[in-house]
């Protein structure tokens, strides 16, 4: 998928050919140099300057954080411009420190957002900046939907509130937000400690009747912080809510925020809710918010989308947490709701039943979040014990499940879950170890058997399919097809000797199976083999051109299915040994199969497809089945089979980074792996036209 720019507003005197020079005094900032100049998009450079030495000749200038230190004062000296660097708002997967980078950064020549003295690019942004493109519109709209839908804030690693939390009990609470006392932001934007008593009265006075709760800020207690509201509302029988609750679950639900300069009130206004501002924070004064105070600079009337695209497009920039590398907005804010959603689904104890412990690293991010505990045993009874004694559910790979397993868990109350390879998984094999960017987490039963209902199945009888959604299948079918991509990406590409005879021939795929896969044991129906299957095409298609294609486990010699030459050429007219399933599928025009993913992969690319299984992709009006499953009532589009399949079943990990991700993410990864591993073949095809511009959109959009 694209990632969509975040350009900074246009400064005149960045225009240069080489990169700004700024000399930094703090080495904190100095050490992060790196990480600013990427987020900068390589137009500046950081030079740490030692304390008592002179900025160098050709300096461009000093940097530093905020207006904390001596960098800003020095500036003004010297005649030099500052940068005042700072975190932005869409700021961290989880509460920042250590381990968790910030994603966004504000970055200003003219001041600081939270200092109301003076003015700011933000502000002149919003003053005076140009209306909203077309483009801009629909992105501010998808951002605001997507935080509001996610939950999204500055800090996100907290869970959502509980809709039935005993503290919106009588209605919706009137929420008075504290902050860190020292902060800068409150003295600069015109308030100090004495601000959150004025406010906490207020907000008692105005609301008669009101629950009014005290909501402390998420870092209070770390090390030596403190806020302000604590010791005031214990003062005032006022309710303290110091509960780890992701802000935006919470702020939607309010009755009225009263904020001195806090960040919550931009995110409440997200959120819909009624903002009372003591302070001037970057926010406020521009008609959207209750103010107390006023800016005479500040006479625009933005909508809040207008607000939301200067300061979240226009004003601040991003790194995605997939790669370190430049994106946008909406980037950063689909993969921080892909994270939290990891988190919600892996909340807990799981106890993993059945994957060898050499492949546990393989696995462990699809389970693993930041509330969540793994154990690891081959025993389903190792397993049942801790569940029994600790709570919490068993995670078992589906075709290693033991036959008793289900009937136990339901036993002693257990949740069983099956877990599977996904259907974009990997550049190399599962037998050979290739670590898969996709797994499945099943809580029915597994898309492979049609004997008991799926998530899968049950996904595609009763998903909604948003437009949204939709448009996200087609772009992600059309990266696919261009891409070339498969499930396991291994073979050949130079598959075009195998048509040589076909003439003007129908031509037909065949997919081999291993035998005893779990999909051809449990949905292969009356054909169980894959001669069978080749004797049906045959039978099905007689003047067709047929090439068979061998699996690429049973190539390997890694697993049973092998059919004699011989055997297989006298229902077919060419075998496809070691060939890749995309080059072939670009070249045929149908494909007969058991239940092999090949006959999805077929249908990405809108060709006819005709089952003798019930592979989960059979049963909806798109296949041509031998089949049938009772339970599949259901007329699905294409669009619609993809999104279940793809978008909503799969659980997706980014391989290099191990960060959780979406499909198109683990498309394009895999894509550029084929051209690195290939780079000289694939040189010569399409398909690298195709990677390099999805590469160039998405850091130059």
């Known amino acids: 998928m694209p990632r969509l720019a975040s350009p900074a507003p246009e400064r005149t005197a960045d225009v240069t050919d080489r990169p700004l020079r700024f000399g930094v005094r703090s080495i904190g900032v ?3 140099g790196p990480r600013l100049e990427k987020f900068l998009g390589g137009r500046y450079r950081f030079e740490f300057l030692p304390p ?25 000296r010297r005649g030099l411009p500052y940068l005042a660097l700072e975190d932005g708002f869409l700021s961290t997967a989880g509460m920042g420190g250590r381990g968790d980078p910030n994603l966004s950064l504000s970055a200003d020549r003219l001041g600081m957002h939270y200092d109301a003295s003076r003015p700011s690019e933000i502000e002149r942004l919003i003053e005076a900046g140009p209306p909203l493109t077309p483009d801009e519109e629909r992105q501010v709209g998808e951002l605001i939907a997507r935080m509001r839908q996610a939950n999204l804030g500055k800090y996100n690693a907290a869970p959502d509130l509980d809709p039935d939390d005993p503290v919106l009990a009588g209605g919706p609470p009137v929420i008075v937000v504290d902050q860190i006392a020292g902060d800068k932001s409150v003295a600069a934007g015109g308030c100090g400690p004495q601000t959150f008593e004025r406010m906490l009265d207020a907000a008692i006075a105005e609301n008669p009747g009101a629950r009014i709760i005290a909501r402390v800020h998420p870092v209070e207690g770390r090390g030596s912080r403190r806020g302000h509201l604590r010791p005031l509302a214990r003062a005032r029988g006022i309710e303290i809510f110091d509960r780890n609750v992701s802000w935006m679950s919470l702020a939607r639900h309010a009755r009225r925020i009263y904020v001195a300069t806090s960040l919550a009130g931009l995110e409440g206004l997200i959120a819909g809710a009624p903002v009372t501002c003591f302070g001037l924070p970057i926010y406020a004064g521009w008609g959207l918010t209750q103010d107390r105070l006023a800016s005479a600079r500040r006479t625009a009337r933005p909508s809040l989308e207008e607000l939301v695209g200067a300061i979240y497009l226009r004003y601040l920039r991003y790194l995605s947490p997939l790669d370190g590398e430049p994106c946008g907005a909406l980037d950063v804010a689909r993969l921080l709701a892909v994270r939290r959603r990891r988190d919600a689904e892996t909340e807990g104890l799981t106890h993993l039943l059945g994957v060898h412990r050499w492949k546990d690293f393989h696995v462990e991010p699809f389970l693993m979040g930041r509330r969540s505990d793994l154990t690891y045993t081959m025993h389903a009874e190792v397993a049942l014990e801790r569940q029994r004694r600790r709570g919490g559910r068993l995670v078992v790979w589906a075709s290693r499940e033991p036959d008793d397993c289900a009937a136990r868990c339901a036993a002693q109350g257990a949740p069983l879950v099956r877990m599977e390879d996904g259907f974009i998984r990997s550049v190399g094999l599962g037998a050979n170890l290739a670590p898969p960017s996709s797994l499945v987490l099943d809580h029915r039963g597994i898309y492979y058997d049609p004997g008991r209902p799926s998530d ?31 499930k396991y990406n291994v073979g050949a590409t130079e598959v075009d000797e195998l048509f040589a005879g076909a003439g003007g021939r129908r031509r037909v795929l065949a997919p081999g199976q291993v035998a005893n896969d779990a999909s051809v044991v449990r949905g292969g129906g009356r054909i169980t083999g894959n001669l069978e299957l080749l004797i049906a095409a045959r039978e099905s298609r007689p003047d067709a051109f047929i090439v068979y294609k061998t699996h690429p486990d049973v190539e390997a010699g890694l697993r049973p299915g092998a059919i004699d030459r011989a055997e297989v050429l006298k229902y077919a007219d060419a075998i496809a040994y070691k060939a890749s399933i995309a080059s072939l599928l670009d070249r045929v025009h149908e494909v007969h199969t058991l239940t092999s993913l090949a006959g999805f992969e077929a249908l990405l690319r809108e060709l006819e497809v005709v089952t003798y299984g019930l592979p989960f992709y059979a049963g909806w009006g798109i296949t041509e089945d031998r089949e049938r499953c009772e339970r599949r009532q259901r007329q699905l589009k294409l669009d619609e089979l993809i999104a279940g399949a793809l978008i909503l079943y799969p659980r997706y990990v980014y391989r290099p980074s191990l960060a959780p991700c979406e499909a198109a993410d683990v498309a394009q990864q895999l894509a550029f792996s084929l051209l690195a591993a290939d780079p000289v073949g694939l040189l010569q095809k399409s398909r690298t036209r195709v990677l390099l511009s999805h590469w160039f959109a998405r850091r130059h959009r």
């Open 456 to 486: 899968l199945e049950h996904i595609l009888q009763t998903a909604e399919f948003t437009p949204e959604m939709l448009k996200q299948a087609a772009e992600l079918r059309a990266l696919i097809i261009k891409a070339g991509l498969s």
């Open 52 to 76: 008592g030495v002179a900025p160098p000749k050709g300096i461009d200038g000093l940097a530093g954080w905020g207006i904390k230190g001596t960098a800003m004062a020095e500036a003004g």
């Open 30 to 32: 100095a050490l992060r």
